[in-house]
């Protein structure tokens, strides 16, 4: 789940960049009805038991991970309920009405989640800004 909340930003931020880039990402029931199961476990579909020897996940260009790429489909990580319910709270959140979304104080994993959402957001702030001769996402 915490790898999905770090992706989210950056998946939405490339679909709005280069669309056609998650064509295969992007929806989850076309990718199961147009792709054999081998080809979805070797991309690390989180639907199916994963191969031993699978593709490495999308990773956005620039995003801040030494670690390479996951194990799990990016498609599937963003979109899981969790992940979903965050990005709905961090829109509350970040307008000061996280208590009203939540109608109580918010639970703490909640507030861990948009965290982690609020630091990529920042990360993909800087990597924006950053030319993308010196490995960022801005132009030069």
């Known amino acids: ?9 950056w998946f939405h931020d490339e679909g709005r960049r280069d669309p056609e880039s ?3 990402l992007k ?3 076309t990718c199961m009805a147009t792709q054999t199961e ?6 690390g579909c989180g639907f199916l038991p994963p191969l031993e020897a699978r593709l490495p996940s999308w990773r956005p260009r620039a995003f801040p991970d030494e670690s390479g790429a996951g194990d799990v489909c990016a498609g599937y990580l963003v979109r899981l309920p969790e992940v979903i319910e965050a990005a ?3 829109t509350h959140w970040s307008n ?5 979304f ?5 639970p703490e994993l909640l507030v861990i989640s948009i965290e982690i959402i609020a630091g990529s957001i920042a990360e993909l702030n800087v990597a924006t800004m950053k030319p993308a001769s010196q490995g960022g996402l801005g132009s030069g």
């Open 1 to 9: 789940m915490i790898e999905g909340l770090r992706l989210l930003p």
């Open 22 to 24: 998650l064509a295969a």
């Open 27 to 29: 929806d989850c029931r």
């Open 38 to 43: 081998m080809t979805r476990r070797s991309m």
């Open 88 to 90: 709905r709270a961090y």
């Open 96 to 100: 000061g009405e996280l208590a009203a």
């Open 102 to 106: 939540c109608g109580s104080l918010p």
